[in-house]
Structures are given as C-alpha cells and as structure tokens.
C-alpha cells in the first residue's frame, strides 16, 4: 500500500532562521499521487496548507514552499525564515492519482524559539 | 462560524463499554470522513460517507460503527472499547470525493480506555 514517511519527529529552529522537514513518499497505484502539507496548531484542527498534483511543480503558501520531486519521491516542506506562529505539526500526505484516500505520514512537531 | 466540530474533546472509560462520539460540519459538504491517530501519530482513514451513504470502510473492528442521520452528521460508535482503542479520533469533510477535494478536519476526541 501507500505511505508516507517523515524521518524527524522533532524539529527546534531558532526564528527567522530557516527550515526544511523531510518527506519521502511510497506509492503503489497507477498514476503519480497528489502531494499535501496538513498543518496543526495548537489547539486547532487539521488544516491544509499546501498541495501539489503535478510532478515536479511547486506549491507554496505563507511563506512555505514544497516541490514535487517523482525522482526522488520526495515533497521537503522549506521556509527560509521561520516565526514563532508557525509553530505546530505538519504532516505530509498523499492521496492517488484519481482517488482520494488521503495516507499520512506520522508528523513533525515544529518547535521555533523566540 | 463554518466549521467542522467535535464532541467530546476527551473521554475516559473502562474496557468493555460503549462510547459514542460526534461529528458535524457547518461547511456544507457532502462527504465526511473518520480517522484514527494512534500512539505512533500514524493517522489512518477508518470510514467515509458520501451523501448519508457509506463509501469507505477500511479494515477496523466490527466493534465500530459509524452512524450518519444526514449529510452534516457523522458520528463514530464503539461498542464494548478495547485498551487499543485508545487514540485521538479526527472526523473531517470535504465538498465531494473527489480527488482534488480539501478535506478539513476538527480538532479531535482524545479516547482513553483504562
């Protein structure tokens, strides 16, 4: 079956500096999956921050970016310069190519010192 | 306020009862969704209904069982819980099944069973 593996389960960054969260993707069905970053803050529900459906393009959205790489299969989540308010968890999930069942991987707690 | 919401937030109990939570979405959608999140934060799809009508079960327990009264409602029962029953319970929705379509989630029910 699918999956989605996210090796660092704990990532401390000092602000304003920059941050990449690792995700390598497994997929079995037919077709290149669609890539997602879910994002949680506390106290929040799951909430979708970036998406890409197309191999090799890039998604972006508040100032994090995430580029499908079919290659590699891999979709890193960067920022160059991170704010205390983007701490949270961020998971990364892919659903197939014309499905819908979203697989996650197991999350990355961000913690951003002030 | 256009939501997916949750209760209860947490619920402690004792192997062998039932427990009852629920899900409603303020957003309009047709399709919603339960996942369990277990200790390892692995995040697993466990049902989708579309339009009151089951579209995914996923291999879970004949112990649960969603129950969907309309298309704004889906709530999760578990009869007689088991001490792995003990997660963090997420319902989610999104406009339709497709594949494009954004899931939003709520913030989860905590379930303990001691």
């Known amino acids: 079956g699918d999956s989605v593996t996210q090796t660092e389960g704990q990532v401390t960054v000092s602000e304003s500096k920059s941050l990449i969260i690792n995700c390598t993707y497994s997929?079995?069905?037919?077709?290149?999956?669609?890539l997602f970053w879910y994002v949680r803050y506390p106290g929040e529900g799951l909430q979708l921050l970036l998406k890409?459906?197309?191999?090799?393009q890039k998604g972006s959205s508040r100032g994090f970016e995430a580029t499908y790489n079919k290659e590699a299969t891999s979709f890193h989540l960067q920022k160059a310069s991170v704010q205390e308010s983007d701490s949270a968890v961020y998971y990364c999930?892919?659903?197939?190519?014309?499905?819908?069942?979203?697989?996650f991987g197991t999350g990355t707690s961000l913690l951003v010192d002030p | 306020e256009t939501a997916v919401f949750q209760t209860p937030n947490y619920h402690v109990t004792q192997v062998g009862n039932e427990v009852s939570f629920n899900c409603k979405q303020t957003?309009?959608?047709?399709?919603m969704y339960w996942y369990k999140q277990d200790s390892k934060k692995l995040l697993k799809i466990m049902f989708s209904?579309?339009?009151?009508?089951?579209?995914v079960n996923e291999t879970v327990p004949r112990r649960f069982s969603p129950q969907s009264s309309d298309k704004a409602h889906l709530n999760l029962r578990i009869k007689s819980v088991e001490p792995e029953d003990s997660a963090v319970y997420l319902c989610?929705?999104?406009?339709?099944?497709?594949?494009?379509?954004?899931?939003?989630f709520g913030p989860g029910t905590r379930l303990t069973v001691l």
């Open positions: 989610a929705s999104s406009y339709d099944w497709g594949e494009y379509a954004e899931q939003f």
């Open positions: 997929a079995t069905s037919i077709g290149y999956p669609n």
């Open positions: 890409v459906i197309t191999a090799g």
């Open positions: 999930a892919l659903s197939p190519h014309m499905g819908y069942k979203l697989t």
């Open positions: 957003l309009g959608h047709d399709t």
């Open positions: 209904y579309n339009n009151k009508q089951l579209i």
